[in-house]
């Protein structure tokens, strides 16, 4: 069974409590274990994830946040450069799930978190899994 790092960019609490609770159910569900870190912000889990990757104590990764439309630019760039940071790590190999939501409204972040809806955060978990065994099978890690 899998160790999986969760990293949270706690900026929505009750968004992220949601999230939280899909990646745990989905991973407890298949047995595996987890621990879970929390950054300031959908830009820091990136960096969290690398460092979570240099202890070697860590399978997989699942990164978690909330990213709501504002009125200025920098939607766009908290959600681009979270999500190219992430895209960064995958290349080199590490297998994250990327559960970090990038929505126009709160509504749709809500629809997206529950895990009776959307689930997300249980589909980043399957996804960081899901790439965990593609290593396997390719005899990497």
Known sequence: MAHVLIVEA???SH???MLLD???SALEAEGHSHETVT???ALEVPAAI???AETGRF???VG??????GETYHFEVVSNESARGIMALTLDGLAIGNGILTVEDEEQALARADKTRKDKGG???KAAIAMLALKEQFGIG
Not at 64 to 69: D, E, N
Request: charged share 20%.
């Open 15 to 17: 968004l992220n409590d």
């Open 59 to 61: 399978d997989a990764y």
């Open 10 to 12: 706690r900026f929505y």
């Open 64 to 69: 978690l946040g909330v990213v709501i439309r």
């Open 123 to 125: 589909e980043a978990a």
């Open 39 to 41: 950054v300031p912000g």
């Open 22 to 24: 899909g990646v745990r």
């Open 50 to 52: 690398s460092l979570g």
